[in-house]
């Protein structure tokens, strides 16, 4: 079996500050993602990896960077925290088009 | 793009009933259908796919069902329990890397 991990756990942060969002995985998997999950709702796709060096826009890529350090990381910058925005970001990662193992979650809080 | 629709945003059942979930979608070209369980406080876990080419797959008490006609796909949880409360999401991926999620659906079983 493997494991993701997501640090920081919660991430509290300024209006106007970058803030960054860090994955691992040891499944060895090649394909990497970022959601979004804002309560009551459903997950929105940020960036994706499909292997290591690649990186791919989401429907919600806008305000947000990626970096595919190396296979088994995947890092989320947001570039400039909006005030009052509070949300669950969620890393998964998976064997090409199958199922994603998710990670335990980092819960942003902007002030 | 895809566009997913979850058409059951609260759903309770009685112990021991079977509950019924349904997604449709937009995209014609959509091959991979996964669902997803989020338990209270936790992340998401894969819980059954199906794949384009059958329209119908069994895994213990969940059945999974692909009507491509209509563009529709529903789970079937069978003899609930109280266990299988949380939030239940599918999902559609259309082909390339990408997935779209539903909104979720809050199930219920009341014991």
């Known amino acids: 079996g493997g494991i993701i991990t997501q640090t920081p756990k919660f991430l509290i942060g300024q209006e106007g500050q970058k803030l960054t969002l860090k994955c691992q995985q040891n499944f060895n998997h090649d394909t990497m993602y970022w959601y979004r999950q804002d309560s009551g709702k459903g997950l929105r796709l940020i960036y994706y990896?499909?292997?290591?060096?690649?990186?791919q826009k989401g429907d919600l890529s806008e305000g947000y960077d990626a970096s595919r350090e190396k296979k088994s990381s995947f890092s989320l910058t947001v570039t400039s925290a909006q005030k009052n925005e509070m949300a669950v970001f969620l890393c998964?990662?998976?064997?090409?088009?199958?199922?994603?193992?998710f990670g335990p979650g980092t819960r942003l809080t902007v002030l | 793009g895809e566009k997913v629709e979850q058409h059951e945003s609260t759903l309770s059942v009685r112990e021991g009933d079977s509950a019924v979930i349904n997604c449709t979608y937009t995209d014609t070209a959509s091959s991979y259908f996964p669902w997803y369980k989020q338990e209270a406080g936790k992340s998401l876990h894969f819980v059954i796919d199906i794949r384009s080419n059958v329209d119908r797959k069994q895994s213990q008490r969940l059945i999974v069902l692909l009507d491509k006609k209509a563009k529709r796909f529903s789970l079937h949880i069978t003899a609930t329990q109280p266990e299988d409360s949380a939030i239940y999401f599918c999902a559609v991926n259309t082909g390339n890397y990408k997935y779209v999620f539903g909104a979720g659906t809050r199930l219920k079983v009341i014991a």
């Open positions: 990896s499909i292997t290591e060096n690649d990186l």
């Open positions: 998964a990662s998976s064997v090409g088009k199958n199922e994603q193992y």
